[in-house]
């Protein structure tokens, strides 16, 4: 039971260069959601997938980009990174929406942008 | 407003009763989460409660919910030092075809030996 899985655990980027950061999940799940967690603010949505070529805004989508080709692939960019992109990035997925369909979370990216 | 607010910091003895508290911002929510963090780890599931309960006990763990004050509470008896994480509850919010889940800012629990 392989899960979700992010990569890589941790990257060290420079102001203004482009990064992907990278989530696949085995469940074939449907939905599936990025967020970014800081200290004092908790998590944050960036983007969410419904579906395969379905993505939507979340609440701080600036400055990222997401695709979704394959179900089981939720890549999110940073175009030109920043310094407020200093953060911990989590991928979830969920198979169905509901009380009894929790996020199922990744163990995480440490993005540190110099 | 838009945020949902809990406090940063929380320290007890082990054996003691921990109290984690929430206000979230949607009347209209149909269900609330409790997720729970370890050290470098992703989030998990802990519990959840849904709006027209008022109490929902499992085990060591008890939700209370005030619907009216919009405030949600976390309830950890016997605390041990297995439970000290970052706790953070969630609201799920209607945006589209897709229910977003929104989380609060998150409870650092620290259970003291």
């Known amino acids: 039971d392989a899960g979700i899985t992010q990569s890589p655990r941790y990257k060290i980027t420079e102001t203004g260069r482009q990064v992907t950061l990278m989530c696949h999940q085995t469940?074939?799940?449907?939905?599936m959601f990025w967020y970014r967690q800081d200290l004092g603010h908790g998590l944050r949505l960036i983007y969410y997938?419904?579906?395969?070529?379905?993505?939507d805004k979340g609440e701080v989508p600036d400055g990222y980009v997401v695709s979704r080709s394959k179900t089981e692939n939720f890549p999110l960019t940073l175009e030109s990174a920043t310094r407020s992109q200093t953060s911990v990035y989590f991928c979830?997925?969920?198979?169905?929406?509901?009380?009894?369909?929790?996020?199922?979370f990744g163990n995480g990216t440490r993005l540190t942008v110099t | 407003g838009e945020d949902v607010e809990q406090s940063l910091f929380l320290s007890v003895r082990e054996g003691d009763s921990s109290v984690i508290n929430c206000t979230y911002t949607?009347?209209?929510?149909?269900?609330l989460y409790w997720y729970k963090q370890e050290p470098g780890a992703g989030l998990q599931l802990l519990t959840y409660?849904?709006?027209?309960?008022d109490m929902k006990q499992d085990q060591r763990l008890t939700v209370l919910l005030n619907k009216k004050d919009k405030h949600l509470s976390l309830r950890i008896a016997d605390t041990q030092t297995g439970d000290s994480a970052i706790y953070f509850c969630?609201?799920?919010?209607?945006?589209?075809?897709?229910?977003?889940?929104?989380f609060g800012t998150g409870t650092l629990l620290a259970v003291q030996p």
């Open positions: 409660i849904f709006s027209n309960m």
């Open positions: 469940w074939s799940h449907s939905y």
């Open positions: 979830a997925s969920s198979n169905a929406q509901g009380y009894n369909s929790p996020l199922h």
């Open positions: 997938s419904a579906a395969a070529d379905i993505t």
């Open positions: 949607d009347s209209s929510s149909t269900y």
């Open positions: 969630a609201e799920p919010r209607s945006g589209g075809a897709t229910n977003k889940l929104i």
